[in-house]
């Protein structure tokens, strides 16, 4: 029996076969898009590890044709999806350096043609073996090809078997032409246009089910392609055809100029509809739902228990059942049920268990120490007696009031002391709707814990949590599902552990710091300028780091920052380079600013720190405060020296608690 963690492990649709139809798990917006309906084509968008590549191979007909749907409709073979990712170092080769005489443009067309015919004679091949057509079983091998195909193609015979036969040859003989352009003899070019809408046209002659048979493209991973490939790519979609679609995905920001062949361009609307993957999964909660769905999936498949009678793992994967899936009761049976597997504290309970913690109870006195000190009441009262286990949360968001330049130390003393004596209220200044504990007590929680860098920060932990902290990447779920399994349960089975599945705090706190440490550390892997791309994303959090560890907490939970639009244009070519970077590989969301303060602030936006970096180092997940910073500051961040960048960090951090701040400057490298 595989260890329950290792359900969790299986996070790429790379390892899957062509088939993923059981794999996948049909989003909520589904109800909401649009692929097959006109001759369209569709972009879709979306980070590393989405579910682009999953996403695009449901269309495939691997998973159209899978031998585990049911009642595949004609309108279904009418859309036949055909699935594309370049093989970059090969594509790489064809260039007009490389193969001369300008035949790169020529070479890759070919390539392409040869790539997709083949999975045309294997589409055949499933077709001819389904059992479940709703209109009975359909044989396309035996269709005849028309004089296109024999004419362009060279064929011995107007065969399928012989169209299979031939491109496997042509792709070993195209293979060895690309490596060796001076020893090979050049290859007769077909262009993919000609030859894919021949063959339908042959397939709808075969057969009256097929009269309005059309190829979709579903190109993956367009960014890789060199720019003159890109562009033949682009020429199809700008001139598309009853018999052709062809859809590209790539990562947001990687692709800015989708230009043609001649001086045209792709236009939204006109030419293409977008869709971004990573805005949908956000909206309506829906993250948290798929993931839910998800998470009790993946423990169906290694034979868990989870009692969740509303879950029913086979209607995951049609969208026919979506309508059951969206209704308001299942979506919060799902939710709960993985809620009690993956429990949470609210912050007043994680305040609690503070006051209860000793460690945690000292570094909160000592916050009081120094805030009295700073306000010049030390002596008058003692730290411990301003601790109270009725009111936890005041007690800790008292000691960030205390260091504050703003707050007087008496006023808030007297005021801590009415709320001792009276109770909390609704009407207190602690405890009213966005009060001192309401804007203050996650940013004083996580402070609190930064001090005990060792100490598991159960802030993180909770199903709601992880999703906050990994959405929109599914994957970076399923890594921290996989790391909090392992360690609740090592190498366990579903038959092993014998009760039900519960994960106490720690253990996914811990998990939560694991998979966050894995994830910075591998941003080094990201692109091109990886290291760069490391060094920028450790100043950026050790900035918000430093926000973090100011004992006053005068503006709480700073993990992002905006800067105004023309402002953004003065800076560097290499800053620049790097920030796009930080987009393309989600290092960095970018979003509209819609919390402006003044006028003068409405052309910005903001950019995020991705989340799953918040445990590495310690800062807050919410999106709930940022800084602004000009153009000069963001490139010293993004190019300047470690000198520079500390000089800007003093600049920018409030240096009211001096000595914590000479301590943050001389750790950020």
């Known amino acids: 029996m595989p260890a329950i963690a290792d359900a969790f492990l299986k996070n790429r649709a790379d390892n899957l076969p062509p088939d993923v139809f059981q794999e996948f798990i049909v989003p909520p917006f589904f109800q909401h898009i649009s692929i097959f309906r006109d001759s369209k084509s569709v972009r879709v968008l979306g980070g590393r590890g989405c579910g682009k590549t999953m996403f695009l191979r449901f269309f495939c007909h691997g998973s159209t044709f899978s031998a585990h749907r049911e009642n595949i409709s004609d309108d279904e073979l009418s859309n036949l999806g055909l699935y594309f990712r370049p093989d970059t170092g090969f594509c790489s080769l064809m260039t007009p350096e490389w193969l001369q005489k300008q035949r790169d443009g020529f070479a890759f067309s070919h390539y392409l043609t040869l790539s997709l015919v083949a999975e045309i004679c294997q589409a055949i091949k499933n077709i001819d073996a389904a059992q479940n057509l709703a209109n009975g079983s359909l044989s396309l091998g035996s269709a005849r090809l028309g004089t296109t195909l024999v004419r362009q193609l060279d064929l011995p015979e107007p065969t399928i078997q012989a169209l299979h036969l031939l491109i496997e040859e042509r792709m070993a003989d195209f293979d060895l032409w690309v490596r060796n352009p001076d020893q090979c003899e050049v290859p007769r070019f077909v262009h993919f246009s000609t030859i894919l809408t021949a063959l339908a046209d042959d397939l709808a002659n075969h057969s009256p089910r097929l009269r309005s048979i059309a190829f979709r493209v579903f190109v993956d991973e367009f960014e890789n392609l060199l720019p003159r490939h890109r562009e033949i790519i682009c020429d199809a979609i700008k001139h598309p055809s009853q018999r052709i679609a062809v859809h590209i995905a790539h990562k947001r920001e990687a692709v800015t100029d989708l230009k043609t062949s001649g001086q045209e361009r792709i236009a939204e609307i006109h030419d293409i509809r977008t869709i971004d993957l990573e805005s949908w999964l956000v909206k309506d909660n829906d993250f948290e739902v798929l993931a839910a769905e998800l998470f009790l999936f993946r423990i169906y498949q290694v034979d868990g228990v989870v009692s969740c009678p509303a879950f029913k793992p086979e209607l995951l994967h049609d969208p026919v059942h979506l309508p059951y899936r969206l209704t308001t009761e299942y979506r919060q049976d799902v939710v709960n049920c993985v809620k009690q597997i993956l429990p949470e504290l609210n912050a007043p309970e994680i305040a609690r268990l503070a006051l209860a913690d000793q460690p945690l109870r000292r570094r909160i006195s000592e916050m009081i120490k120094k805030g009295l000190e700073f306000q010049g009441l030390d002596g008058t009262v003692k730290a411990e007696d301003l601790i109270s286990e009725e009111v936890p949360e005041a007690s800790i968001v008292l000691g960030a009031i205390l260091n504050r330049k703003t707050q007087s130390g008496k006023d808030a003393l007297g005021l801590f002391k009415q709320v001792l004596e ?154 620049q380079t790097i920030l796009r970077e930080a987009k393309i590989w989600s290092v960095l969301w970018e979003t509209k600013d819609t919390k402006n303060k003044a006028d003068v602030d409405a052309a910005q936006y903001e950019l995020v720190l991705n989340a799953i970096y918040a445990p590495h180092f310690k800062i807050s997940y919410r999106k709930r405060r940022k800084i602004t910073l000009s153009a000069a500051q963001l490139d010293i961040i993004l190019t300047q020296s470690d000198s520079q960048f500390e000089s800007l960090v003093k600049q920018l951090v409030d240096s009211q608690d001096d000595d914590t701040t000479a301590k943050i400057t001389g750790s950020l490298f």
């Open 422 to 575: 009276k109770g909390r209220s609704n009407t207190d200044v602690f405890y009213k709707a966005g009060g001192w504990v309401d804007n203050n007590l996650y940013g004083c929680l996580f402070h609190i814990y930064a001090g005990l860098p060792r100490r598991p920060n159960i802030l993180y932990s909770g199903f709601s949590r992880f999703c906050k902290i990994a959405a929109p990447n599914l994957r970076f779920f399923q890594e921290l599902c996989h790391s909090t399994l392992l360690l609740a349960y090592q190498r366990q089975s579903a038959d092993d552990i014998g009760e039900p599945l519960c994960v106490d705090q720690n253990n996914q706190a811990l998990a939560a710091k694991q998979v966050s440490d894995a994830m910075f550390g591998d941003i080094m892997q990201l692109g091109p300028h990886g290291y760069r791309l490391l060094d920028f994303a450790r100043r950026l959090g050790g900035l918000f780091e430093a926000f973090n560890r100011r004992r006053s907490q005068s503006e709480p939970e700073i993990n992002h920052f905006s800067i105004n639009e023309s402002d953004a244009t003065r800076l560097s070519e290499a800053a």
